[in-house]
């Protein structure tokens, strides 16, 4: 006997879709088959002839904590993900203070086990903490900011950006215009991974799909997909990199289309409402919690298909970060899960939100196909609207 069957459910696979069940024990996917073969279970959960894709691997979240819980925290956080699809987070290093230390890193470590789905951690680089960069472990990447950024983070020293990048198996960057051209210059120098952070350009993607190899991915974000230039009036929408034309924006989902985007981030970076309409509004917003609904309306649209978001959304960011047991739903897996309701036709309410911040840029929006269920491990941690705290933890790397 089995600890969950999920049954009556069409399973998204990298390669097909297909009818059939799951079958999970001690948080493993231990059978795929027919419902009529499956192993009898303590609990059978109907999926009502709903699609149920991996749990979405956001490679780019800042819950701020330590440093800026008012605005966010690892528990809301993760709740916000959970109702969102989202099952594990990669949380950025640029905190208040930011994650520069082996010390640092353990301290945050020790917050994020109030989390609710699984998580890692990108650490942070500066001009003084090459040291710290060649001793850390289990991370996702180093991330280097070549263009705005708070504090000590701003890398604008050659030497010290080569250095980072020689001692670094995967870099994660924030770079836009020229910078981006030497992000590439160094990483191939190098040898190592480069994940560029929320690319917005037409100009940009087109150079990126002549000198990209195995090794260079991108990523684009919900924000730049759905919103562009004509939809920036407010502070709300005031993001970094800045939204930009409906020309460039058009060009992102051509780089989905044509395989050169690699994987779409949330960038969720939430501020109090209060701060977004001051007059002086940080950059940034909310997006764990409609990144998926987002795309899962675009694929009711006919503007892509729910295979290409789980190689976006799942798929891709176990490859480039090398998660180990995620991302699929294949035997010895980790259960990792939501089930999506593709007629399940809401708007976004703020009301609603499990941020702490309370808002979306997106509120108001009218989508159709909503996650309605989602596993960690084959824990049931949000069910139709609710949230069930489950303890979430620390992912490994291969």
Same mark, same amino acid.
């Given at each position: 006997?089995?600890?969950?069957?999920?049954?009556?459910?069409?399973?998204?696979?990298?390669?097909?879709?297909?009818?059939?069940?799951?079958?999970?024990?001690?948080?493993?996917? $231990?059978?795929?088959? !027919?419902?009529?073969?499956?192993?009898?279970?303590?609990?059978?959960?109907?999926?009502?002839?709903?699609?149920?894709?991996? &749990?979405?691997?956001?490679?780019?979240?800042?819950?701020?904590?330590?440093?800026?819980?008012?605005?966010?925290?690892?528990?809301?956080?993760?709740?916000?993900?959970?109702?969102?699809? +989202?099952?594990?987070?990669? @949380?950025? %290093?640029?905190?208040?203070?930011?994650?520069?230390?082996?010390?640092?890193?353990?301290?945050?470590?020790?917050?994020?086990?109030?989390?609710?789905?699984?998580?890692?951690?990108?650490?942070?680089?500066?001009? @003084?903490?090459?040291?710290? /960069?060649?001793?850390?472990?289990?991370?996702?990447?180093?991330?280097?900011?070549?263009?705005?950024?708070?504090?000590?983070?701003?890398?604008?020293?050659?030497?010290?950006?080569?250095?980072?990048?020689?001692?670094?198996?995967?870099?994660?960057?924030?770079?836009?215009?020229?910078? /981006?051209?030497?992000?590439?210059? +160094?990483?191939? !120098?190098?040898?190592?991974?480069?994940?560029?952070?929320?690319?917005?350009?037409?100009?940009?993607?087109?150079?990126?799909?002549?000198?990209?190899?195995?090794?260079?991915?991108?990523? $684009?974000?919900?924000?730049?997909?759905?919103?562009?230039? !004509?939809?920036?009036?407010?502070?709300?929408?005031?993001?970094?990199?800045?939204? =930009?034309?409906?020309?460039?924006?058009?060009?992102?989902?051509?780089?989905?289309?044509?395989?050169? $985007?690699?994987?779409?981030?949330?960038?969720?970076?939430?501020?109090?409402?209060? =701060?977004? !309409?001051?007059?002086?509004?940080?950059?940034?917003?909310?997006?764990?919690?409609?990144?998926? %609904?987002?795309?899962?309306?675009?694929?009711? =649209?006919?503007?892509?298909?729910?295979?290409?978001?789980?190689?976006?959304?799942?798929?891709?960011?176990?490859?480039?970060?090398?998660?180990?047991?995620?991302?699929?739903?294949?035997? &010895?897996? @980790?259960?990792?899960?939501?089930?999506?309701?593709?007629?399940?036709?809401?708007? +976004?309410?703020?009301?609603?939100?499990?941020?702490?911040?309370?808002?979306?840029?997106?509120? &108001?929006?009218?989508?159709? &196909?909503? %996650?309605?269920?989602?596993?960690?491990?084959?824990?049931? +941690?949000?069910?139709?609207?609710?949230?069930?705290?489950?303890?979430?933890? =620390?992912? @490994?790397?291969?």
């Amino acid at each position: 006997m089995t600890d969950i069957i999920i049954k009556n459910s069409k399973l998204v696979l990298a390669d097909r879709i297909i009818e059939a069940g799951i079958a999970i024990d001690d948080g493993k996917i $231990v059978d795929i088959a !027919k419902d009529t073969n499956l192993p009898t279970a303590d609990k059978i959960i109907d999926a009502r002839g709903n699609f149920v894709l991996p &749990g979405l691997i956001d490679s780019h979240v800042h819950l701020r904590e330590p440093g800026l819980v008012y605005k966010e925290d690892f528990l809301t956080g993760t709740m916000a993900a959970a109702a969102g699809g +989202v099952t594990t987070v990669l @949380d950025m %290093p640029n905190n208040k203070p930011p994650i520069l230390t082996l010390e640092d890193l353990e301290n945050k470590r020790k917050l994020a086990e109030k989390c609710i789905v699984d998580y890692g951690f990108h650490f942070g680089s500066s001009k @003084d903490n090459l040291e710290e /960069i060649k001793k850390v472990k289990n991370i996702a990447s180093v991330k280097v900011f070549m263009n705005i950024s708070t504090g000590k983070l701003l890398i604008d020293d050659d030497s010290i950006l080569e250095e980072i990048f020689r001692s670094s198996r995967v870099i994660t960057v924030h770079a836009e215009e020229e910078k /981006i051209e030497k992000a590439i210059n +160094v990483s191939k !120098k190098y040898g190592n991974r480069l994940y560029l952070c929320h690319i917005t350009k037409k100009e940009w993607l087109g150079y990126l799909e002549k000198n990209k190899t195995s090794d260079i991915f991108i990523e $684009v974000t919900p924000h730049h997909l759905f919103l562009s230039k !004509k939809d920036d009036t407010s502070g709300l929408t005031k993001v970094y990199p800045q939204l =930009e034309s409906e020309d460039d924006q058009k060009a992102l989902w051509r780089g989905i289309e044509k395989g050169i $985007v690699d994987t779409i981030g949330s960038d969720h970076a939430p501020h109090l409402l209060e =701060e977004k !309409k001051s007059d002086n509004p940080p950059g940034g917003v909310p997006g764990l919690e409609t990144m998926l %609904p987002l795309l899962l309306n675009a694929v009711n =649209e006919k503007r892509i298909t729910l295979r290409r978001i789980l190689e976006l959304t799942s798929q891709n960011p176990t490859k480039i970060f090398m998660i180990k047991n995620k991302g699929k739903i294949e035997v &010895g897996y @980790d259960a990792d899960l939501t089930i999506v309701d593709m007629n399940l036709e809401k708007k +976004v309410d703020n009301d609603k939100l499990f941020t702490k911040c309370k808002w979306s840029p997106f509120n &108001g929006w009218k989508l159709k &196909g909503w %996650p309605v269920q989602t596993f960690v491990r084959g824990q049931l +941690v949000f069910d139709n609207g609710n949230i069930n705290k489950i303890k979430g933890k =620390e992912i @490994d790397y291969w």
